[in-house]
């Protein structure tokens, strides 16, 4: 499956906004935007472009894409479901972004950000009800239990994490013990319970065309 090696700096610096991709480095005066707040590139600090209303479409799908780490056949795939199902297209596809299993476990704070979460499923430390899932674009469900597995809990970047989010309640829909190192989905989350800087009704206006 093809991955994205190029700096994520250079994703926060193209949307022109902290989109938090390596956790407490965004957090710092090291962030890119607090260093160099316009568009990577020679000419970037220079250019100066009007926007289209296709151009501000494109990059609220191209923001919403960075965020959660998906490349456009896996985001234009989601779109396609949130469609097909019921409701607004827009708010479901958000719930369908926050409800895989490595955006869960970045939300749970096990992870400081979305890719080492992804990184952690894959490699088999994340279980779903008592049993191993390795697949992070797993679809949880209200009522499951993800853990992280035992042998696992001592592992550098969970502990790290967990002690930097000390203190910062998980997202409403969620349900943690840090104690057990698990949590549970209590709900599907509103739109109002996802905190992410998109305007998705732009994105569905692009794919709608």
């Known amino acids: 499956?093809?991955?994205y090696?190029?700096?994520?700096?250079?994703?926060?610096?193209?949307?022109?906004?902290?989109?938090?991709?390596?956790?407490?480095?965004?957090?710092?005066?090291?962030?890119?935007?607090?260093r160099r707040a316009?568009?990577?590139?020679?000419?970037?600090?220079?250019?100066?472009?009007?926007v289209t209303n296709y151009g501000q479409q494109l990059r609220e799908k191209q923001k919403a894409r960075r965020i959660y780490g998906l490349l456009?056949?896996?985001?234009?795939?989601?779109?396609?479901?949130?469609?097909?199902?019921?409701?607004?297209t827009g708010e479901t596809l958000l719930q369908m972004l926050e409800t895989r299993l490595d955006n869960v476990v970045y939300r749970l704070g096990f992870t400081p950000n979305r890719a080492s979460a992804r990184q952690l499923v894959r490699h088999g430390h994340v279980r779903v009800n008592d049993r191993a899932v390795d697949i992070p674009s797993f679809l949880?469900?209200?009522?499951?239990?993800?853990?992280?597995r035992e042998k696992s809990r001592k592992l550098g970047v969970v502990q790290a994490s967990l002690e930097a989010r000390k203190g910062q309640p998980a997202s409403d829909w969620l349900d943690l013990s840090v104690e057990k190192m698990s949590g549970r989905v209590l709900q599907i989350p509103s739109r109002?319970?996802?905190p992410v800087p998109i305007n998705e009704q732009l994105i569905v206006e692009l794919y709608s065309k």
């Not at 456009?72 to 607004?88: I, L």
């Not at 949880?140 to 992280?148: H, L, N």
Request: with cysteine; net charge positive; aromatic share 6%.
């Open 192 to 194: 109002g319970s996802i």
């Open 38 to 50: 316009y568009p990577p590139g020679e000419h970037g600090k220079s250019r100066r472009v009007k």
């Open 140 to 148: 949880v469900k209200v009522g499951d239990e993800i853990s992280i």
């Open 72 to 88: 456009e056949r896996q985001f234009r795939s989601f779109f396609t479901k949130a469609a097909s199902a019921k409701g607004v």
């Open 1 to 3: 499956m093809a991955v």
């Open 5 to 34: 090696h190029d700096s994520k700096c250079r994703l926060c610096r193209r949307e022109g906004m902290k989109l938090f991709l390596k956790g407490a480095r965004c957090m710092s005066d090291k962030c890119a935007i607090e």
